[in-house]
């Protein structure tokens, strides 16, 4: 897939909806900042048939920025649902899906927390194990991720 | 130019241009695109106002056309031009103390904030890798 204008295009737009997170998320306006990542979520993507790996980068990474944004508003099943969506984009063992998992991990802590708090034990328990599962599988992800870069390992993506 | 001696007699034609160049200088409304990019620097560098008289006849659309130059112009000269000598602003490793002014009360809100602060370096690192300004 050659770089064209409309993927440029995308880009600088992906760009340009960060940077509005960021002065959100600078001024304590969590909500504001996760506006600016959907409206990113729901832009028009350039070659919907073609597969575009910066774009699929973008949109692993967003849905990472946004879970951890709803899981400061604790929107907890929110943020899980962005992880979801953002697993699709990193089909791979690359060091998106290691963040996405990395996060996911911080999500089922919490959940952890809450249901321990509000006596669900089981629920809890279930949770516990969640998070301690999806930690260990980003930490995996990530050692892959540098022993590939040491030469050590063969593998795809970064 | 041609040759490399200093010291020679400019040619006729080179005579003609620069004479060309130095009315164009002095024509506020000039089309010359040497002249309008060195004004453009200019103003980018060191803006400053118009008589009234002049900014009238000059028009508004124009104005803009030249502001909007000089602001693509003063930022080509911060990120680099594309295809020559490109200047690009890496984000770098550091220190992480400044994260930490505050008083953190779980220790892994530590390394949250590392790996946020980070990842929004990573992040900016990626658009400029891949040139998007």
């Known amino acids: 897939m050659a770089v064209d204008l409309e993927m440029m295009a995308f880009l600088s737009a992906a760009r340009a909806f960060h940077h509005e997170a960021n002065v959100h998320e600078a001024s304590g306006d969590v909500p504001g900042a996760i506006g600016a990542l959907e409206r990113l979520v729901r832009f028009p993507r350039p070659h919907p048939e073609a597969q575009v790996v910066e774009i699929d980068e973008v949109m692993a990474d967003v849905r990472a920025r946004l879970a951890e944004l709803r899981l400061r508003s604790r929107d907890l099943a929110g943020a899980s649902a962005d992880i979801e969506a953002g697993l699709v984009y990193a089909p791979h063992r690359t060091y998106f899906r290691g963040l996405l998992l990395q996060v996911d991990g911080t999500i089922e802590e919490r959940r952890f927390y809450l249901l321990a708090d509000a006596g669900l034990r089981d629920e809890a328990e279930k949770a516990k194990a969640r998070a301690l599962e999806r930690s260990e599988e980003a930490v995996s992800i990530h050692e892959d991720v540098i022993r590939r870069s040491l030469g050590l390992e063969g593998g795809q993506g970064r | ?133």
């Open chain 2, 1 to 133: 130019m041609k040759g490399d001696d200093p010291d020679r007699l400019p040619t006729a034609e080179e005579l003609v241009a620069a004479e060309r160049l130095r009315v164009a200088f002095e024509d506020p409304w000039t089309e010359l695109e040497d002249v309008v990019l060195a004004r453009a620097l200019r103003l980018a560098w060191a803006p400053t106002g118009l008589e009234r008289s002049v900014a009238l006849r000059f028009g508004r659309r124009r104005m803009v056309a030249v502001a909007a130059l000089a602001a693509v112009v003063g930022l080509a000269l911060v990120t680099g031009f594309p295809g020559g000598g490109s200047v690009r602003q890496w984000r770098t490793s550091r220190s992480t103390e400044p994260l930490f002014e505050e008083k953190v009360v779980m220790r892994s809100d530590r390394i949250d904030r590392i790996a946020w602060a980070r990842g929004a370096d990573l992040r900016e690192n990626r658009f400029t890798r891949w040139g998007v300004r």
